[in-house]
T-cell receptor, first 115, second 110 residues
Framework: SQTIHQWPATLVQPVGSPLSLECTVEGTSNPNLYWYRQAAGRGLQLLFYSVGIGQISSEVPQNLSASRPQDRQFILSSKKLLLSDSGFYLC??????????????FGSGTRLTVV | GQNIDQPTEMTATEGAIVQINCTYQTSGFNGLFWYQQHAGEAPTFLSYNVLDGLEEKGRFSSFLSRSKGYSYLLLKELQMKDSASYLCAAVNQAGTALIFGKGTTLSVSS
C-alpha cells in the first residue's frame, strides 16, 4: 500500500539551532513531493517541491532548504532557526490516478515551535 | 500569479446545509481541490474538479465554473464532526503543485 511518513510529530527548538525534518513515502516510485508550512491563523504555504532525486524547486525565499537524497525521501532543513519559522510543517505527495486524475496526500505533520 | 479567496469563517447548525464559496484567479487552470482539516491535524482530500459541473460524494458536493473562476463546496445534513477548516486549492500554472486558499473555518452547533 502507499503511505507517507513524517517525523517528528512535535519539536521545540531554540532560536539559532538547526532543523531537519524527514518525510518518506512507501509503495510508489518517483513521486512528486512537497513541503508546506501552516503558520498560526494562516493558510498552507508551499515551500518546496521536488519531481525527482536532486531536483528541488523553491517557492518562497527564506532560511529553509530542502533536499531529496533518495527517490522516496524528502528532507527540510535549516541552519539557524528563526522565531518566524514556527508552524505546522506538512509533507505531501502527488498520487497519480487514472485518466490523469490525481490527488495530493499529506503526512501527519510536524508542529515546530521555535523558542 | 495565483489568488484564491474564500470566506474566513462560517457558522451553521446541525442538520443544515452550508455552501462554502471559493474564487480563484490563475494564469492557467489544471484542476481545483477541496480539503478538510480538523484542528491540529493534516488536511484530508474531499474532492477534485477539473470540468464544469457538480461532483457529488455522499453528503459533500463540489461545483466548478471555470469561466467564472468559481467553485463551492456544499455540505448537507451537517454534523458536529463537520466542524473543521475547509481549504480550497488550485493547481499552479505549471501543473506541479497545489496552491491553497487560507481556508474557511466552519463551526457547527447543536
Amino acid at each position: 500500500s502507499q503511505t507517507i511518513h513524517q517525523w517528528p510529530a512535535t519539536l521545540v527548538q531554540p532560536v539559532g539551532s538547526p532543523l531537519s525534518l524527514e518525510c518518506t513515502v512507501e509503495g510508489t516510485s518517483n513521486p512528486n513531493l512537497y513541503w508546506y508550512r501552516q503558520a498560526a491563523g494562516r493558510g498552507l504555504q508551499l515551500l518546496f517541491y521536488s519531481v525527482g532525486i536532486g531536483q528541488i524547486s523553491s517557492e518562497v525565499p527564506q532560511n529553509l532548504s530542502a533536499s531529496r537524497p533518495q527517490d522516496r525521501q524528502f528532507i527540510l532543513s535549516s541552519k539557524k532557526l528563526l522565531l518566524s519559522d514556527s508552524g505546522f510543517y506538512l509533507c505531501a505527495w502527488r498520487v497519480e490516478g487514472v485518466l490523469l486524475v490525481y490527488g495530493y496526500t499529506f503526512g501527519s505533520g510536524t508542529r515546530l515551535t521555535v523558542v | 500569479g495565483q489568488n484564491i479567496d474564500q470566506p474566513t469563517e462560517m457558522t451553521a447548525t446541525e442538520g443544515a446545509i452550508v455552501q462554502i464559496n471559493c474564487t480563484y484567479q490563475t494564469s492557467g487552470f489544471n484542476g481545483l481541490f477541496w480539503y478538510q482539516q480538523h484542528a491540529g491535524e493534516a488536511p484530508t482530500f474531499l474532492s477534485y474538479n477539473v470540468l464544469d459541473g457538480l461532483e457529488e460524494k455522499g453528503r459533500f458536493s463540489s461545483f466548478l465554473s471555470r469561466s467564472k473562476g468559481y467553485s463551492y463546496l456544499l455540505l448537507k445534513e451537517l454534523q458536529m464532526k463537520d466542524s473543521a477548516s475547509y481549504l480550497c486549492a488550485a493547481v499552479n500554472q505549471a501543473g506541479t503543485a497545489l496552491i491553497f486558499g487560507k481556508g474557511t473555518t466552519l463551526s457547527v452547533s447543536s
